[in-house]
């Protein structure tokens, strides 16, 4: 089985401090996501990667960036957390194969709140 | 741009009741994927099925079942004679089969469908 494993499910940060959430996942997946979901909104991409060291934005990019260094982890990082960047945030890995036509893998969650 | 869309924000039924889950999706291509993905209250997503757009055949999976049709742009999911673990959020995402670099493996999800099948 595919597993995602998210560094944190509960974290609490001040505003203006930088904050990083780590996702790692064990299946040499090529793709990994950032999402970030919020009550009545659904999910929205923050960010994604589709190799090492590359990423492209998703739909809500600002405020965040992300690092890809090794193929396994991504990394997100909130440069400087402001109160609505509390959330639910939601890490995923898929393998390439066809075209986008792999389902993604997700880790249990951070919930993040920023005071 | 492509778009999902889940009308029914919250359903309630009675345990061994079937319930019928909605999902209209918007796109210009025509390769597509579909997908639901469940949402327990643990909060973990766990992928559920997945359907592209050239196959129309509708899918059976014991208690689950999925209706696609192309000519509404529908992709609906039913569970016949619910159980309270079928409690959860249910999400319907969208991945178009054509874009630029990785992009063609983004995901557009609809907002969800919080479903409580009550005892």
């Known amino acids: 089985d595919v597993k995602v494993t ?57 405020g965040y960036s992300v690092s890809r260094e090794k193929k396994e982890r991504f990394s997100l990082i909130l440069e400087s957390a402001s109160t609505n960047q509390t959330s639910m945030y939601l890490c995923a890995s898929s393998p390439w194969g066809g075209r986008g036509n792999q389902p993604q893998h997700f880790g249990d969650g951070t919930r993040l709140s920023i005071l | 741009a492509q778009k999902v869309t889940q009308a029914q924000t919250e359903i309630s039924v009675v345990e061994k009741e079937d319930v ?38 509708n899918e059976i999976s014991g208690r689950y079942s999925w209706n696609f049709q192309k000519s509404t742009s529908s992709f609906n999911f039913t569970i016949t004679a619910s159980q309270v673990v079928d409690s959860a959020v249910y999400f319907c995402a969208l991945s178009e089969g054509l874009g630029s670099g990785g992009s063609n493996y983004k995901l557009t999800f609809g907002k969800g469908t919080l479903l409580t099948v009550n005892p």
Request: negative net charge; charged residues 30%.
């Open chain 1, 6 to 62: 998210q560094s944190s499910r509960y974290l609490v940060k001040r505003t203006g401090e930088k904050v990083f959430l780590e996702c790692v996942q064990d299946m040499d997946h090529e793709n990994m996501f950032w999402y970030r979901q919020d009550p009545g909104l659904g999910l929205r991409l923050i960010y994604f990667s589709y190799d090492v060291k590359m990423k492209e934005k998703g739909d809500i990019p600002e």
């Open chain 2, 20 to 57: 019928t889950l909605d999902c209209v999706y918007e796109t210009r291509d025509t390769t597509y994927y579909l997908f639901w993905y469940k949402q327990p209250p643990s909060g973990e997503l766990v992928f559920l099925i997945r359907r592209n757009s050239f196959d129309e055949q």
